[in-house]
């Protein structure tokens, strides 16, 4: 079964750093992914702390708010047909070293922290990550 969905993007301050935003966004277009919804913004570490709060007791946290909050990133909405799974699909695995041939994280990533994009990994965490960056 399909459905039209949509997912959070961040585009991470490694790759809006190298100006590799609108070659993101155009894997995207052409992976059938209507981009709703795009800011480029800059957080504060709390606001950084708060989006990653699930990560909170996670050994790397704290590097990782820092990092996220660290320059300009790029928030999007993406939709298509399960688009929570086919962006997690198009990003590739967390850690670029293990991602696949073709992957947005193989093709840009740097390290497991510098890995260029985040997605949503579930509907339900969409909606409210969605909510976090574009609530109107
Ligand atoms: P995901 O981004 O693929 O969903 P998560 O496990 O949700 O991966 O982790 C969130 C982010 O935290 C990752 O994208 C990565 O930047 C960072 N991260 C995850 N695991 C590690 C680690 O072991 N060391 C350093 N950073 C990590
Ligand atoms: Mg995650």
Do not use: W
């Amino acid at each position: 079964m399909s459905s039209i969905e949509q997912t959070l993007s961040i585009i991470k301050p490694d790759a809006v750093e190298r100006n590799l935003s609108e070659e993101i966004k155009e894997i995207f277009k052409k992976n059938n992914f209507k981009i709703i919804k795009e800011k480029k913004i800059k957080i504060e570490k709390n606001e950084a702390e708060k989006f990653y709060q699930v990560h909170q007791s996670k050994p790397f946290y704290n590097d990782l708010c820092s990092y996220l909050s660290s320059g300009p990133i790029v928030v999007m909405v993406l939709e298509r047909e399960n688009a929570v799974s086919e962006n997690r699909k198009i990003m590739g695995a967390t850690d670029p070293k293990n991602a696949e041939e073709g992957t947005l994280r193989k093709k840009y990533g740097i390290s497991i922290d510098k890995n260029s994009v985040h997605g949503s990994d579930s509907s339900e965490n969409a909606k409210i990550e969605i909510n976090f960056f574009f609530k109107d």
